[in-house]
Every structure is written in structure tokens, then in C-alpha cells.
């Protein structure tokens, strides 16, 4: 492993598993705040006679980050101890200042899906103070080896989710599609290969409609609703042509109808039962709060399979009392 943070190597590795969720934790919030800046100043130093001398942002925060030397493994299976028995903030801190050099070798491994380095960076340092957090140092394994899972997860997770206004790779198949399919696509193509998605499929070990659907998705702009769209009606935006999810007029009056319809049928129904039934109906069948079978047999000092019965006898009646109505109205209701 090339352990140089300024290393200029740019390339997109397979990567098939990311987090999907993010939860900082005080002690992550405590860390960020002694690590570096995102954007460190500029010191007066960067003044000379001529004028200003350019301000790389990237040069400076290399600069700052190597002064924190890199552990041995015994330092850091003590350091991890350290934080894993005592919650020792210093033990986390010097963990993840160590490896932040880890994190700019692996952002700029993503560095062209992405427009700006130092986002990665810093997305990458919260996946750092991730891995501190769920380091296991009885599993005999290198931290930074542990680390860089998180550290790639977090910045593929940010990639994806900065890549267009409508997020892609929603499920494990499109984030290795999305990675891997031109690459793929270029690689059997300067052998000669058409790639057809049924090949790329087999290649890729996914569904040929998720390659489809990739490829539509990565072919296909963003496209503004707001955008005009040829029309002799003058000027129409995709907007106007959207279907509308709200309810029609006609369905807002269905659905009201539908609603008085039940609840007349209701209020009849109840005045046709006798004492215990319309107990029963208000307290287990209708209420929010339903009544178990035990309470309403102390209430009404009957057994509880009596009660089963009773209830059931209400449901075939209601069923009967509405068969009955819809007949009438020559219409149907599902109950």
C-alpha cells in the first residue's frame, strides 16, 4: 500500500457495499472539532512583494495533516483499548488524526466522480471517526485496514447521493452498476465486444433490466419541470403536462359520499342491536381502543367464548345489513 497522501493515482474501484444511514455520536462531534479545517486560512506568509501567491486549499490541509505521525500496531491496539473500555476522547483523537492521511489517498481514488476533493476528504473523515467508533481490537486486524471500509462507504455513499438532484443507486446491484458499468462498457468494447446489456449483465453478476435501467438513468438528464415543451397552445412547461397526484373533484365527491353512505349505515345498524351487541360493537369492533375479550365478559358477566359469538353474530349481521343496501342503491361495497 502506497501510504503517500499526495498521491496523484486516479481510478474508480469496485466497491459493493456502503452505509445507508448516518449517526454522529457526541464523541464524532468532539473529534471534528480539533481535526483540521475544511478550508484551512491562508497564513500571512503567502504575501509576498509581487502580490498574492494562489491559495491551494488541498496543499494546505496536506501540510497540516502530516504532522500527525502514523502508529504502530501496538499503538494502535492500545489507543483502541483506550477508547473501546474508557471512552478515552484523546485515544479516538489521535486514532483518526493518524489515519487522516489514509482518508486523502482514498478520496482521490473517487476523484473524478467527483467536483471537489476536500468534500470527499471531508466525508471520508466522518467514515474515519465511524470506523474508531466500531473497532473491534481483539480481532487482531490493522485499523487502517478496518478504517478504509468506512472511509470508502461514507464517500461512495456522498458521491451517489450528490450525483444528480434524483438520487441513484437505491439498492446494492445499481451502487455496483453505477461504479462499474462503463468501465465495463470500454473494456469489452476495446476488445472487439459490443456490450449488449445481456452480456454486461453476466459480466456485472446483475439483472439485465437493472443494466437497462442504469443505462437509461445515466443517459438521461435531469430535466427541469419548469423546462418549455413544444406545443401549439403556446407556452407549456413540463410541469403543466405532470399528471397531478391529488384526487379529482369526482373523487373527493365519491370518496365523501362513500363516507356519509357507511356512516348512516352504521348509525341504523346500531339501533337494530340489543344491549350486550351494541356494547360489543362500540367497544371491540369500532373503537381505536378495542376492549379484550376478558374485560367486556367482566363487564357484561358473561364468558368470553360467549362473547366471541356474540361478536361474530354482529359481523354476519352487518354484512347482511349492508348486502341489503347496496342491493338497494345497485351498487357494491367492499367491507
Known amino acids: 500500500m502506497n501510504d503517500n497522501p499526495t498521491d496523484t493515482t486516479k481510478k474508480t474501484p469496485e466497491v459493493e457495499v456502503i452505509t445507508d444511514s448516518v449517526e454522529v455520536s457526541a464523541d464524532q462531534k468532539t473529534i471534528e ?4 479545517a475544511k478550508l484551512p486560512k491562508p497564513s500571512t506568509s503567502s504575501r509576498s512583494s509581487k502580490g498574492l501567491v494562489p491559495y491551494d486549499a488541498l496543499s494546505a490541509y496536506l501540510r497540516e495533516i502530516r504532522q500527525y505521525p502514523k502508529l504502530s500496531r501496538e499503538e494502535e491496539h ?86 444528480r438532484l434524483v438520487k441513484l443507486g437505491t439498492t446494492q ?54 423546462a418549455p415543451v413544444q406545443s401549439t397552445e403556446g407556452d407549456v412547461t413540463m410541469h403543466n403536462v405532470l399528471p397531478s397526484e391529488q384526487p379529482t373533484g369526482e373523487e373527493l365527491v365519491a370518496a365523501k359520499q362513500q363516507s356519509e353512505f357507511i356512516k348512516q349505515g352504521f348509525e341504523e345498524f346500531s339501533s337494530t342491536l340489543k344491549d350486550k351487541e351494541l356494547i360489543i360493537l362500540e367497544k371491540r369492533m369500532v373503537s381505536e381502543d378495542k376492549a379484550t375479550l376478558q374485560e367486556l365478559s367482566d363487564e357484561l358477566g358473561i364468558s368470553r367464548e360467549r362473547v366471541r359469538q356474540i361478536e361474530n353474530r354482529i359481523k354476519e349481521k352487518l354484512k347482511t345489513f349492508f348486502d341489503d343496501r347496496l342491493q338497494n342503491l345497485g351498487g357494491e361495497l367492499e367491507l
Open 78 to 163: 492500545d489507543l483502541a483499548l483506550r477508547y473501546r473500555q474508557n471512552k478515552d476522547i484523546d485515544a479516538a483523537y489521535q486514532l483518526v488524526s493518524s489515519n487522516l492521511w489514509l482518508v486523502v489517498k482514498i478520496a482521490r481514488d473517487y476523484e473524478q466522480a467527483a467536483r471537489n476533493l476536500l468534500d470527499l476528504v471531508q466525508e471520508g473523515n466522518m467514515g474515519l471517526m465511524e470506523a474508531v467508533k466500531k473497532f473491534d481490537p481483539y480481532r487482531g486486524v490493522r485499523f487502517p485496514s478496518y478504517a478504509a471500509y468506512w472511509i470508502k462507504a461514507y464517500i461512495v455513499r456522498f458521491i451517489i447521493a450528490n450525483f
Open 173 to 226: 446491484a445499481q451502487r455496483k452498476l453505477f461504479f462499474n458499468l462503463n468501465k465495463e462498457k470500454e473494456k469489452l468494447e476495446k476488445m472487439g465486444i459490443y456490450p449488449g446489456p445481456k452480456l454486461l449483465a453476466e459480466k456485472l453478476n446483475v439483472k439485465e433490466s437493472e443494466v437497462i435501467e442504469m443505462q437509461q438513468r445515466l443517459g438521461s438528464p435531469d430535466m427541469s419541470v419548469d
Open 33 to 36: 472539532s480539533k481535526l483540521p
